[in-house]
């Protein structure tokens, strides 16, 4: 599904990633977890194509396409989903009419017919209920007042309408309440099968309870430094990221 | 020793009208009165000079060198009108056609419960005739020439008018059609409209072009009077050609308790300059002033208004959004002057753009003088770029770049859309504004 190797990403000539080594096979989840500052974002921004975050090495494949060469909205067209960690708010564009562009721009590069108003307006309404959201958000400007647990369920939303073969989820978890937390959990769970995959950056352990990884990595100063299983985010619940950042420090001094 | 260097500035050559004008017979014929304003205006216009970018409130609107073109200003030998091609879709109203400056009844409607006539037919009325000589006389004594020469050659003018207390429920759209032909043509056209005490009218303004042919300049003028109690809804939208010039000069006398709404829209034109002048005769109006703005390729659009607030209790909001990209260049000057009298008063202006690219250029100038102490006013004005966060997340979802912009555009424009009180005239406005979003 995806094939990182060997990713350097700098912004304004500041190096962020260095050197990223990972591979996501079919129906798997993998969470990427590390302290701040660590390049978890960065990451994620330079998987969905952002200009300003420039590859200086490495490559990356996607379902059998050089996912660097794309651009954004060909990156969502072939079936990459980022839930941003700061949903951006955008006031005049209401949120029915960004999800039913949204929604037929996929499908019309997938050689699949457009859905007319009211088509999508049903499906739209359907998942809305599924993340519990309140139809009258449909009408308001897009993102725009919303609250940040709103704003994830709005970006669960477009997950579950756009159906992606790959969701990032980029701390989709931070912030929220157990309620709304239950909610993301529940929209993954839903939508895990054999040919979708997913890569949930987290700062904590406490979502992983909910979205059970297969593997887990550490991300610290722009590299992979340890990944495992489950059992690696409850050691790291535990310990904390202090002990992983002497080993690192240790080897690199 | 010292060198005196004069250098004289590119000027307009009046002469050129004047003689025009002279080789118009047809323009000497008709009721005496309109006769001799029309020879009063070109004798004033003899005597002054069209603005130029020295003049502080014409500085990003030069119009010399258009003028110094070979202008026929005949009215032409129109062509076959199929009226509704230029109707908008789904508008319930009634309709009236100007072609050339000139009141076409034969493809008007009729309109029960509302005067449509001409300054033509109407001078000498005793209803309406002395209050058509006042504006006439007004403004072909401006110190504008573009109204004096507008005063000079126009003929055959709509003028609109209804009861006392009176209203006809509907909108009533006017299609200003201008010829084109093999040689350049420059219209000089004119609406006046007459709101009585507590009548209601709602008008729709359009400028569009008939068949092929060389650029046209067109110089407009609107005079209106709205009395008290008296609601006027104006909205005039231009989309005349990439090559074509467009001068307006809206003039409105609003007594105590009346109330205007207008909104203007430009998306056409090389060169553009909307003149907009409301003028408060009394207490406890209302005043909206809207306008839209796109201007691509190398157009220039430039607004400038001016509302005298000279009475208490009024109160006045102006919202003006553009979007400037390209090589074009757009400016907004808006004045409002609130008098010592004005005690109460309410104002509020806004003027936001939108730059799309490096070589665009917006100029805004708001500028609220205020002379009375007991008032609330505001003003602003915002420049900004088109920012990528946005743009990203759009495509982020799949959309392109181009569709994407698109949204971000509307969005911007979006407020002054929702001022748009009527659904036909506002998905004719939109429809119009995603063609030229999408053009490359
Ligand atoms: N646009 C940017 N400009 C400058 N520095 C940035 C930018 N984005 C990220 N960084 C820097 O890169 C590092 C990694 O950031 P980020 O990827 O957001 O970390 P994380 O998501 O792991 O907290 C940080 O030091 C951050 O300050
Ligand atoms: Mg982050």
């Not at chain 2, 202008?71 to 032409?76: C, L, N, R």
């Not at chain 2, 009395?227 to 007594?255: K, M, P, T, W």
Request: proline content about 3%; hydrophobic content about 40%; aromatic content about 8%.
């Amino acid at each position: 599904m995806l094939s990182i190797k060997n990713l350097h990403s700098q912004v304004e000539e500041t190096p962020i990633l260095k050197g990223i080594n990972l591979d996501i096979k079919p129906g798997e989840v993998h969470a990427i977890m590390g302290p701040n500052g660590s390049g978890k974002s960065t990451l994620a921004s330079v998987l969905a194509g952002r200009e300003e975050y420039e590859v200086t090495d490495g490559s990356v494949d996607f379902l059998g396409e050089d996912l660097l060469e794309l651009d954004v909205d060909e990156r969502a067209q072939n079936g990459l989903f980022l839930a941003f960690q700061y949903p951006i708010e955008i006031p005049g564009v209401t949120n029915a009419t960004f999800l039913r562009s949204s929604i037929n721009a996929i499908r019309k590069a997938n050689g699949l017919d457009e859905l007319n108003g009211a088509q999508a307006l049903k499906l739209i309404r359907e998942k809305m209920a599924a993340v519990e959201m309140d139809p009258s958000f449909l009408k308001r400007s897009l993102n725009e007042g919303f609250s940040g647990g709103e704003k994830k369920r709005n970006e669960m939303l477009q997950m579950m309408l756009l159906e992606p073969k790959l969701a990032i989820l980029d701390e989709t978890d931070s912030g929220l309440d157990i309620d709304a937390l239950q909610v993301v959990a529940k929209a993954v769970n839903s939508m895990r099968d054999a040919n979708r995959s997913f890569l949930v950056v987290t700062h904590y352990q406490r979502l992983l309870d909910h979205i059970v990884p297969d593997f887990v990595h550490v991300l610290y100063q722009g590299r992979i430094v340890r990944s495992g299983d489950k059992s690696l985010a409850l050691e790291l619940e535990k310990r904390g990221y202090d002990w992983i950042k002497e080993e690192v420090d240790a080897q690199t001094a | 020793m010292e060198t005196l260097t004069v250098t004289t500035a590119a000027v307009t050559d009046n002469q050129r009208w004047v003689d025009g004008f002279a080789e118009r017979p047809d323009l000497q014929q008709g009721p005496a009165q309109l006769v001799s304003f029309r020879q009063n205006a070109i004798e004033k216009l003899a005597q002054t000079s069209f603005p130029t970018r020295r003049d502080e409130d014409w500085r990003y609107s030069d119009f010399t060198r258009a003028l110094n073109e070979d202008w026929a200003t005949q009215v032409a030998q129109a062509p076959q009108v199929v009226r509704n091609t230029f109707e908008i879709p789904d508008f319930t109203g009634f309709v009236l056609v100007t072609i050339d400056g000139e009141f076409q009844p034969d493809l008007s409607d009729t309109i029960p419960g509302l005067v449509v006539s001409t300054t033509e037919a109407l001078i000498d009325d005793a209803t309406h005739g002395s209050w058509i000589a006042e504006r006439l006389s007004s403004f072909a004594e401006d110190d504008n020439a573009f109204t004096n020469l507008n005063a000079a050659f126009a003929k055959t003018s709509l003028f609109l008018s209804i009861g006392k207390n009176e209203k006809i429920g509907k909108p009533v759209h006017v299609i200003h059609l201008a010829t084109r032909n093999a040689s350049k043509r420059f219209i000089n056209s004119q609406v006046f409209v007459r709101i009585p005490q507590g009548a209601e009218l709602t008008i729709d303004e359009t400028f569009d072009t008939l068949a092929q042919g060389e650029a046209i300049f067109r110089n407009h003028v609107i005079r209106g009077s709205v009395d008290a109690q008296g609601r006027l809804e104006y909205r005039s939208i231009q989309n005349e050609g990439r090559n074509d010039y467009h001068v307006s000069n809206a003039n409105f006398d609003q007594a105590g308790t009346g109330y205007i709404d207008h909104t203007r829209v430009d998306l056409g034109g090389s060169q553009v300059r909307n003149n907009l002048d409301i003028n408060h005769k009394g207490a406890g109006l209302e005043t909206h002033m809207a306008g839209l703005f796109f201007a691509r390729g190398r157009q220039r659009i430039d607004n400038q208004t001016f509302l005298d607030h000279a009475f208490p209790h009024g109160e006045s909001n102006e919202i003006y959004k553009g979007i400037v990209m390209d090589n074009a260049v757009t400016s907004f000057n808006g004045k409002v002057l609130v008098r010592p009298d004005a005690q109460k008063t309410n104002a509020y202006q806004q003027n936001d753009n939108l730059i799309i690219g490096t070589k665009a250029e917006a100029n805004a100038k708001p500028q609220l003088e205020i002379f009375a102490d007991d008032v609330k006013c505001s003003h602003g004005a915002t420049i900004g770029q088109m920012d990528e966060a946005p743009l990203f997340y759009l495509m982020a979802r799949g959309i392109d770049r181009g569709t994407a912009l698109g949204m971000l555009q509307r969005g911007f424009l979006l407020e002054v859309l929702d001022r748009i009180n009527s659904e036909a005239v506002r998905a004719y406005v939109e429809h119009m504004l995603m063609a030229k979003f999408n053009e490359a």
